[in-house]
């Protein structure tokens, strides 16, 4: 019987979407031993919180504008454009943001969240990441899955459609602030780079009845309705990026966006195994006995 491999790169925003993909890498690793070794699948941990060790490791990209910049946002807003400041966000919630620069997160507010997000000092850097893993995974071979995972050089394997994964929470502020501004951009690169995959949203949506967290139900709401607005025809997205030209397409940003939730029918499901079984979705996605 024929193994399929389908190439796989995921982007983990925040806490719970670096979650998600630690858990994967553990059930890839199990089965076919060490990550690095993997020739089909690629990471990327996207965070502001300096506490996430994958964030702050070789896979990852830290989110945190420069020191003093909040202030400087607050006195010059107009020094901000190359970013499109102006247009999108509140000066007067910018007033509470932590002027250190989220080192600690994104205070679970998606407006601060985005605002880390597009001002890092650790934008190209992470543009260029998400450019050099799709264009590796995207040009991996049977032969090398063979060569690399140890596998019979008669044994009949395929090479599947690329799919690019980024994974998130709704609720909180990191993930939720930046997971449509990172489906575009995967979107832009994957045009700039002519690299043919699919763009697969993962997102955690707030419990149904999570009344008592309303930070939660606020941005999950926010979150979806932003993802109503842009999968309807004709709808514009713009935006303006550090170091990049300005983006401007009527694209969904996602081809697919999966929406999971840890209630439903049959009640509530514990935190740790909702994160487990979205791992798991993804992980058989990424290999296939046909």
């Known amino acids: 019987m024929p193994t399929t491999f389908n190439p796989v790169f995921v982007i983990a925003l925040g806490g719970t979407g670096t979650e998600v993909a630690r858990r994967l890498r553990e059930r890839l ?16 941990f996207v965070d ?25 946002m607050l006195t010059h807003p107009e020094e901000f454009d190359h970013i499109g400041l102006k247009d999108w966000i509140d000066m007067d919630a ?41 264009k590796r995974v995207n040009a991996v071979t049977d032969t090398q899955i063979k060569d690399d995972l140890g596998i019979d050089q008669e044994a009949e394997v395929r090479v599947g459609p690329t799919r690019v994964y980024v994974i998130s929470s709704s609720c909180g502020g990191t993930g939720a602030g930046t997971f449509i501004d990172v489906g575009y951009i995967v979107h832009e690169i994957l045009g700039q ?41 004709g709808v514009v997205y713009e935006a303006k990026y550090a170091q990049q030209l300005p983006s401007r397409t009527r694209a969904a940003c996602y081809e697919f966006c999966y929406l999971v939730s840890p209630s439903g029918p049959g009640g509530e499901v514990g935190f740790s195994e909702f994160l487990g079984s979205i791992a798991e979705y993804v992980y058989v996605d990424v290999v296939a006995q046909t």
């Open 94 to 134: 910018l007033k509470r943001a932590d002027k250190g620069g989220f080192e600690g997160g994104a205070q679970g507010i998606r407006m601060f969240g985005r605002l880390a997000f597009l001002s890092s000092q650790s934008f190209q850097h992470m543009w260029n990441q998400i450019a050099h893993k799709a």
């Open 193 to 233: 780079e002519g690299i043919q995959a699919e763009r697969l949203g993962v997102l955690a949506i707030a419990r149904q009845d999570a009344t008592s967290e309303r930070q939660f139900t606020r941005n999950t709401a926010a979150v979806l309705s932003e993802l109503d607005y842009y999968n309807r025809s």
């Open 29 to 44: 690793e199990w089965r076919y031993g060490d990550i690095s070794q993997i020739p089909f699948v690629e990471f990327l």
């Open 48 to 72: 502001t919180d300096h506490n996430n060790p994958d964030a702050s490791g070789p896979d990852g990209i830290l989110i945190n504008p420069p020191e003093n910049q909040i202030d400087r």
